[in-house]
């Protein structure tokens, strides 16, 4: 998806040098995705009202009134984007996993898929209400997958794959925005369908995971962990796009071994 700002382009190097064509798209306008994706996918207007703002920065403008409240991204979309569907590249499934304490459930059954969305309009509309990830409850599990594509090793489409792993620890402080931008910045970039071509079909879908352990994950599932190319540059890239200063690692699906560390 091209933007209508100035593009360019960017190499990430591997372990073997530069990657040839596997390039990245990004804007030189430090704007958010969120409104790269609104101008790329406008033909009819130009934008310039749109606002957007992290779910963690929502938050503190609301203060302490916000409670148990759901924080959640506020954003008005312009009349003239909402009297048009704008087709997503893919159409995303978004999963919510719940295992209730003492519950004799199997994994699978604690999983459901409660949205479906094609369109920007579809996926905005859902957004604004998702409660953010930094206040769920514990053993619950977020999930945004590719439509035909379950959040679970035994699907088709991840036994040959792996996961680009983000590890955050509760005790850090400043957990929640980390969590919330995170996870923020990695739905957008999936929606928006930021990379190039070949990174974007190897990606499955991305996984929030809260536990009574010490530590948060957040995990961009991958379907081939044999296109070491495309995993290096993608691993760079969520770096940079998450500027996120601890380490990442990659792991593999079939035996859980890692086998990078960004």
Known sequence: MASNGKQETAETEGQ????????????????????????????????????HSSPSSTAKRRGS?????????????????????????????????????????????????????????????????????SVAKINQDYSLFKRGIAPMWEDPANLK???????????????????????????????????????MELICGVVFSMRISCFTKISVWVRDVAAVKELLV??????RLTAFEDCIIFRRNDDMMVKFIL
């Not at 590249?89 to 999983?111: A, E, I």
């Open 234 to 239: 993608l691993g760079h890239e969520l770096k």
């Open 16 to 51: 073997g040098g530069k990657e040839g064509n596997l390039r990245v798209r990004r804007s030189t306008n430090p704007t958010s995705i969120a409104s790269s994706i609104i101008s790329s996918i406008t033909t009819v207007t130009t934008i310039t009202t749109f606002h």
């Open 65 to 133: 009134s916000s409670g148990s409240k759901s924080t959640c991204l506020q954003a008005s979309l312009p009349k003239a984007v909402l009297r048009s569907q704008h087709p997503l590249r893919y159409v995303w499934v978004f999963w919510h996993y719940r295992r209730s304490k003492g519950t004799t459930k199997n994994w699978m059954d604690c999983q459901h898929a409660t949205a479906e969305m094609d369109s920007l309009e579809a996926f905005w509309r859902f957004y604004q209400g998702l409660q953010a990830p």
């Open 161 to 199: 794959g792996g996961q680009w792993i983000f590890v955050i620890q509760k005790s850090a402080e400043r957990y929640r925005q980390q969590v919330d931008q995170v996870w923020h910045e990695i739905v957008l970039a999936l929606v928006g369908a930021i990379f190039s071509p070949p990174i």
